[in-house]
Nanobody, 121 residues
Framework: QVQLVESGGGLVQAGGSLRLSCSAS????????MGWYRQAPGKQRELVAT???????KYADSVKGRFTISRDNAKKTVSLQMNSLGPEDTAVYYC???????????????WGQGTQVTVSS
């Protein structure tokens, strides 16, 4: 299996910053895209930011200019620097990796357990 372990969530005041990190482990041949999604209470899970193995980044419009995604391919980690946080950013944040476990294997989606981010006004 592929395990994704997140860290860095917590409680922060509006205008503050947090940094989320996620590490992938297990039998992994290749990690393609990695990213972060979030789910607020009563809402569907939504994309926050993704990054491909060659560094192409994609952001939700709501976080552009405030959040920055980065990854370390050698360490199989992805991070999300979140600045200028507002109450609307409150959600459980999930790490995602699209990975291939074996040579010539199929790529699959893997998810972390989620980390809570709460922004107080």
């Amino acid at each position: 299996q592929v395990q994704l372990v997140e860290s860095g969530g917590g409680l922060v005041q509006a205008g503050g910053s947090l940094r989320l990190s996620c590490s992938a482990s297990g039998i992994i041949f290749k990690v393609n895209a990695m990213g972060w999604y979030r789910q607020a209470p009563g809402k569907q899970r939504e994309l926050v930011a993704t990054i491909t193995s060659d560094g192409n980044e994609k952001y939700a419009d709501s976080v552009k200019g405030r959040f920055t995604i980065s990854r370390d391919n050698a360490k199989k980690t992805v991070s999300l620097q979140m600045n200028s946080l507002g109450p609307e950013d409150t959600a459980v944040y999930y790490c995602n990796a699209v990975a291939v476990r074996y040579f010539a294997g199929r790529e699959r989606d893997y998810w972390g357990q989620g980390t809570q981010v709460t922004v107080s006004s």
